[in-house]
């Protein structure tokens, strides 16, 4: 399944998607994400983020083609 039905079903069916993005410094940043709106012109989505490594939770803007690995958060 692609990264974004992964997205589209997660926003379909009100879920948390686990998402291992790659940060401006090249690094990978792994977050549990909300998608609140999407703007498919910019490819950018505007979500609600956990950053797991620092448990800080975060409104985010962040963009499609940076995330690297996306899963559906069940239960």
């Known amino acids: 399944m692609s990264i974004a039905s992964k997205i589209f079903r997660a926003i379909h ?3 948390w998607l686990s998402i291992e993005y790659l940060n401006v410094n090249g690094g990978n940043t792994f977050y549990w ?3 609140q709106d999407l703007f498919p012109q910019s490819r950018k989505l505007q979500v609600k ?3 797991l490594n620092t ?3 975060a409104s985010l ?4 083609n ?3 690995r996306a899963e559906v958060l069940e239960g």
């Open 33 to 35: 994400i909300c998608v």
């Open 66 to 68: 940076r995330i690297q």
């Open 61 to 64: 803007d962040i963009f499609f």
């Open 13 to 15: 069916e009100g879920k």
């Open 55 to 57: 448990h800080e939770m």
């Open 49 to 51: 983020g956990l950053k």
